[in-house]
């Protein structure tokens, strides 16, 4: 006893998808290359900023772990 309204819910779904897809609307080259470039370049200033904020965390508990060798 199959069930047909599974083969229908199927059917449905994909014709959806298909429909969805027709609804993108996908960049020309210089959006492409332009989004691109935006994107490789806040990657790289994230990239900086996280580096700084490492180096100074680091900075950071390296002097209060120097505190150690002054026997309180």
């Known amino acids: ?12 779904f994909w014709s959806g998808v ?14 492409a290359f332009r989004q691109s470039v935006a994107v490789i370049l806040i990657s790289v200033v994230a990239g ?7 180096a100074a965390a680091k900075s950071g508990v390296n002097w209060i772990t120097s505190f150690q060798s ?3």
Do not use: C, R, T, Y
């Not at 006893?1 to 449905?12: F, G, L, Q, T």
């Not at 900086?48 to 490492?54: N, R, T, V, Y």
């Open 70 to 72: 002054l026997n309180f």
């Open 48 to 54: 900086i900023i996280i580096g700084l904020i490492d």
């Open 18 to 31: 298909k429909a969805e897809f027709g609804k993108i609307v996908w960049p020309n080259g210089k959006q």
């Open 1 to 12: 006893m199959a069930d047909s309204n599974n083969k229908e819910k199927k059917i449905s």
